[in-house]
């Protein structure tokens, strides 16, 4: 059984565990005030080309999600996000069991626009309903599109123009960054965004992700948010020596292309069958169409989601691939896939 589920079902690239390895006995301040944290931020600063910002390394990406927002809003404040955000469908009420509303709007390719925040925006717009806050974002979005930079910097202006936080869930940034389609850089996010983050567990980290702060006015004592929420690590080295290894190199952007490339090739063998795609996915998240009769054969074999029903006949499912996707495996699929069509 070969999985194309996630693309964290690996568990470390080799050059993060060899550095674990051999600094796993020298000793270090804990808490993330180590000298190998202390090394990513100043690599991160140096990879993004911006000072002035505040850098954080934390576990996961719903428990960045939930102590960055949380923190950054008021009680009565919400969050606007797209219907598919991993915030309103997959973290389990996370940010509203902190007290804030998740305003889910529909959307068509998981992107939000100002022609769809507008309308929330009109429809509170009185104490008597609760107050949107922050925009949030992903990209990829949950189902493998991305923003364009003259997209992103719409929503930037629209945010300031209209006293909106506008923060970016970054868990699969390295696969947008590489996208043939990207145009956009981690200096045009720090730069119109007022917080994002960097997701390394989905690109070779064992766990970790990069929060990144922007807006003066959001970095005060946000080290006591996180220390509240649970999220401050004690072996914060482990984060620091893992978030170095990924950047220093560009180890980060080597890993993110491999799992697109296996996406292409995946992709292009899928189409020459003559199967269509749910949405086009320049990432490495593909939403391929098949017969029902095939996906419970393919299912023997792989293991991937089914994402949504198309008609009685027909679903279309998730392949995602990963730093580690083996080309031969996706040739093995593309093949199977054939003997089953035929």
């Known amino acids: 059984m070969y999985s ?8 470390v690239h080799p050059n993060i565990l060899k ?11 804990g808490y993330g005030e180590d000298e190998f944290t202390n ?13 002035d910002i505040d850098i954080h390394l934390l576990v996961g990406g719903t428990q960045t999600n939930l102590i960055a927002i949380s923190a950054f809003l008021r009680p009565y404040e919400a969050v606007i996000s797209a219907n598919t955000g991993h915030i309103f469908v997959n973290e389990t009420g996370a940010i509203e069991a902190t007290g804030h509303k998740v305003i889910a709007v529909n959307v068509n390719d998981g992107k939000l626009r100002v022609e769809d925040i507008k309308p929330v925006i009109e429809a509170h717009s009185s104490e008597h309903a609760v107050k949107p806050k922050l925009v949030y974002i992903s990209n990829p979005t949950e189902i493998g599109t991305i923003y364009q930079k003259n997209e992103l910097e719409e929503l930037s202006q629209f945010c300031k123009e209209n006293d909106l936080l506008f923060y970016m869930d970054g868990a699969r940034l390295g696969s947008a960054l590489v996208a ?34 922007s807006n003066n006015l959001l970095k005060s004592n946000f080290r006591f948010n996180i220390k509240q929420k649970g999220g401050l690590l004690a072996k914060g080295r482990a984060l620091g020596i893992q978030f170095s290894e990924l950047f220093k190199n560009d180890l980060y952007l080597e890993v993110s292309t491999h799992a697109n490339i296996m996406a292409e090739v995946l992709h292009n063998g899928i189409k020459e069958l003559g199967f269509n795609f ?9 939403f391929p169409i098949l017969p029902n009769k095939i996906i419970e054969k393919l299912e023997q074999d792989y293991s991937f989601y089914r994402w949504t029903k198309v008609d009685e006949n027909n ?8 730093w580690a996707t083996l080309e031969t495996e996706v040739t093995k699929f593309i ?8």
Do not use: M, W
């Not at 090394?39 to 000072?51: D, F, G, R, S």
């Not at 749910?278 to 593909?286: R, W």
């Open 4 to 11: 194309f589920k996630n693309d964290y079902s690996e568990g």
């Open 19 to 29: 550095t674990l390895v051999e600094t796993n006995l020298i000793q270090q301040a």
């Open 39 to 51: 090394e990513a931020i100043c690599i991160l600063k140096n990879k993004i080309n911006k000072e």
């Open 180 to 213: 043939k389609e990207n145009d956009l850089t981690l200096l045009d996010f720090a730069t119109l965004l007022d917080s994002f983050y960097i997701g390394g567990t989905k690109h070779g980290a064992l766990f970790g992700e990069a929060l990144i702060i």
């Open 278 to 286: 749910l949405i086009n996915s320049p990432t490495n998240q593909l």
């Open 315 to 322: 679903s279309a499912i998730r392949l995602v691939t990963s």
């Open 335 to 342: 093949k199977a896939l054939k003997e089953l069509k035929n």
